[in-house]
T-cell receptor, first 113, second 114 residues
Framework: GENVEQHPSTLSVQEGDSAVIKCTYS??????FPWYKQELGKGPQLIID?????GEKKDQRIAVTLNKTAKHFSLHITETQPEDSAVYFC????????????FGSGTRLQVQP | GAVVSQHPSWVICKSGTSVKIECRSL??????MFWYRQFPKQSLMLMAT?????????EQGVEKDKFLINHASLTLSTLTVTSAHPEDSSFYIC??????????FGPGTRLTVL
């Protein structure tokens, strides 16, 4: 099955700096890669996603890049703010008709004011 | 984005009792719903996938007789933890997917079994 690895497990940045979280996946059939933000005690919230026919997608301060050849994708957050502090999960979905997501292990982002 | 609700948000029960958790898609029809379990400081682990009107598909290692899933309508799925034990204490999260691929998650239910 699919295996998603996520790095780093923790990330601390100063407010205003950029943060980058990287994920790799194992199955080349995966074609959908969402990123979720989870605050303490809450469910994950979709922040951005990308499909395999696109190399990059941006939404304000958040961007995601995908390299299908290398089977890795990254989340970029620019101009970080204290409210960006949370756990971020990447995920991948197989293109087999089964829509279950395989999640990475998560990255705890701490933005220092 | 689409809204998914869960009820209750937290529950405490005695060992041996059963607990039902509801997951509802509020503004879209969910052809597929997923149930995840999350232990503290860990990632989400898929328990089962359910399609409206059919039996759920359970992940390896998840006891179908212990975690009963019903997806009776396009907006409601329920997870019943039967004969709960302290090791079942966890954060249970559902997600729902409509015709598009996007999965929207509920706020989660924290189950504590005494």
């Amino acid at each position: 099955g699919e295996n998603v690895e996520q790095h780093p497990s923790t990330l601390s940045v100063q407010e205003g700096d950029s943060a980058v979280i990287k994920c790799t996946y194992s199955d080349s059939a995966s074609n959908y890669f969402p990123w979720y933000k989870q605050e303490l005690g809450k469910g994950p919230q979709l922040i951005i996603d990308i499909r395999s026919n696109v190399g990059e997608k941006k939404d304000q301060r958040i961007a995601v890049t995908l390299n299908k050849t290398a089977k890795h994708f990254s989340l970029h957050i620019t101009e970080t703010q204290p409210e960006d502090s949370a756990v971020y999960f990447c995920a991948a979905r197989l293109d087999t008709g089964r829509r279950a997501l395989t999640f990475g292990s998560g990255t705890r982002l701490q933005v220092q004011p | 984005g689409a809204v998914v609700s869960q009820h209750p948000s937290w529950v405490i029960c005695k060992s041996g009792t059963s607990v039902k958790i509801e997951c509802r898609s509020l503004d879209f029809q969910a052809t597929t719903m997923f149930w995840y379990r999350q232990f503290p400081k860990q990632s989400l682990m898929l328990m089962a996938t359910s399609n409206e009107g059919s039996k759920a598909t359970y992940e390896q290692g998840v006891e179908k007789d212990k975690f009963l899933i019903n997806h009776a309508s396009l907006t409601l799925s329920t997870l019943t933890v039967t004969s709960a034990h302290p090791e079942d204490s966890s954060f249970y999260i559902c997600s729902a997917s409509g015709l598009a691929d996007t999965q929207y998650f509920g706020p989660g239910t924290r189950l504590t079994v005494l």
